[in-house]
């Protein structure tokens, strides 16, 4: 197959090339910077040039981009798009049902949200994963200092850049003791999200009054969606993660990799920030426990990052995501934590009980490898748009 490839800064783009040109496809690769607005006469006359003479059985992206949907549907080329990113609000337009559409999501709740409401274009995946890289890289030589640890967390801490909900200022005093109380109740439980839902009119008036948001001519996504997971639900996941590493640094050393070296939490590290291909997979290989906090966007699925720890044959530790049980066991593959007093115990109970520890992330790093490799993804895409 001849295969356009929407070239972008983003994860797995070498596992995906690699895996592709094995497979025996050619790849052509595509960019232009306009590639994240959903209208650009710009983009599409290049696009147009660049397509000229040639034919492309379809064109591949990580995550959706809706013009790049309309361009390939001008040119009836087959679009597939694999997403990782939540939240990621381009899905919600109307381009999403353009049906010359393949777009893969690996949060089953979002994809049987989309599928009950009539999209036909959707399909449920798990993320792929490479599990024999950490084969290779452990061949080389790496900082064992820098990339070893008793416990790790890897992941953003949002702070400041990514926080908008620190930005928002002169709400009425009645909105922030109602988002008080519903975050504060978000962040007691696991497994299911109510913010969007409980974002009502009159808060979601006062939201829109300090902070406006309307979407475009093509965005069907509603303002609750975007204030509970642009805004709240990364704030949440900002004061979850602060305090579940701040309980953990005081009972075991722990180190941070996380871009903003400012932050500092006592007794944990910061170590900066990883590569994504030479750097990571040895933490997750060379640390004890790995710890996954998700994202609280992230409904049910099963976040990049504990693929990545399972690739890499990591121990995991996570919170609960219901994805999870319909490919992996917990305790045998991974481990889950139920809150801050859990993870705690558990984290200690793991470092002390060296076999135990080991044999969960043998599990999980031969599952991840024999069922979730980039070769069975693509071959289960090609013959889904085949």
Not at 119 to 125: C, L, M, P
Not at 152 to 168: C, I, K, Q, T
Request: charged fraction near 25%.
């Amino acid at each position: 197959m001849n295969i356009l490839y929407l070239d972008w800064p983003c994860f797995g783009k070498i596992d995906v090339l690699f895996t592709l040109e094995q497979m025996g496809h050619k790849v052509t690769m595509f960019f232009h910077k306009e590639y994240l607005e959903r209208k650009s006469e710009t983009f599409n006359d290049y696009f147009d040039q660049f397509v000229e003479n040639q034919t492309f059985d379809f064109c591949f992206s990580y995550n959706y981009y809706a013009i790049m949907s309309e361009n390939c549907k001008r040119h009836h080329m087959k679009y597939v798009a694999l997403v990782y990113d939540s939240p990621q609000v381009m899905l919600y337009s109307y381009t999403l049902i353009n049906p010359n559409n393949y777009v893969f999501l690996f949060d089953k709740q979002q994809y049987l949200e989309f599928k009950n409401a009539g999209i036909n274009t959707v399909y449920y995946s798990v993320l792929p994963v490479n599990s024999t890289i950490i084969d290779f890289l452990m061949t080389k030589d790496f900082d064992r200092d820098k990339l070893s640890a008793d416990v790790s967390f890897v992941g953003a801490l949002y702070h400041e850049d990514h926080n908008f909900f620190d930005r928002l200022s002169g709400l009425k005093d009645y909105s922030k003791g109602y988002l008080d109380g519903i975050m504060a109740a978000q962040l007691k439980i696991y497994g299911y999200n109510f913010i969007e839902e409980l974002l009502n009119e009159d808060i979601t008036k006062d939201l829109i009054r300090v902070s406006p948001y309307k979407n475009d001519y093509q965005g069907v996504e509603t303002p609750q969606y975007i204030y509970a997971n642009y805004f709240i639900n990364r704030k949440l996941t900002q004061m979850e993660r602060m305090s579940l590493l701040t309980a953990l640094s005081k009972e075991t050393p722990l180190k941070l990799y996380t871009l903003d070296r400012s932050i500092q939490i006592p007794g944990a590290t910061n170590m900066g920030a990883v590569d994504y291909y030479s750097e990571m997979p040895y933490v997750f290989h060379n640390s004890k426990i790995n710890l996954n906090i998700t994202l609280r966007s992230i409904k049910t699925g099963i976040p990049l990052r504990c693929m990545d720890i399972l690739g890499a044959g990591g121990f995991l530790m996570t919170n609960f995501q219901s994805d999870f049980l319909e490919y992996f066991t917990p305790d045998e593959d991974f481990v889950f934590y139920e809150d801050e007093a859990d993870l705690v115990k558990k984290t200690l109970y793991y470092l002390e009980h060296e076999d135990e520890r080991i044999r969960i992330a043998q599990n999980g790093h031969q599952k991840a490898k024999e069922q979730h490799s980039f070769e069975k993804c693509f071959a289960r895409i090609l013959e889904i748009i085949q």
